[in-house]
């Protein structure tokens, strides 16, 4: 199963509630805009695609062999793996 293609945002929608486009056509509305957790949800809901491609860049992660030993390594790569959580997190939580 495939999902809309390209940058989701977040826009107002009037006094119906939040919005989520990817420019050319509408992908979800997220509750009426009076309750605080809806904005949340379509900051969520719009960042979508960016928690997919962290978890795909993730996923492809190698570990560098350059390192003299092991322990090095895999440190280098757990470091790679949690900026990249992080800044997905982040950007899920409306932070970025």
Known sequence: MK?????????????????????????????ENDLPENEANAILIAS???????LQSINDLKVNLGFPDRQTQ????????????????AKAEGGI
Do not use: C, M, Y
Not at 4 to 10: E, F, H, P, V
Not at 12 to 24: A, M, V
Not at 48 to 54: D, F, G, S, V, Y
Not at 74 to 89: L, S, Y
């Open 48 to 54: 979508a695609p960016e928690l997919i491609e962290a």
């Open 3 to 31: 999902h809309t293609k390209g940058k989701w945002n977040l826009f107002l929608q009037d006094d119906n509630g939040f919005g989520i486009t990817n420019g050319d056509s509408v992908i979800a509305i997220a509750g």
């Open 74 to 89: 895999w440190q280098d790569w757990a470091k790679k793996v949690g900026r990249i959580a992080r800044e997905a997190i």
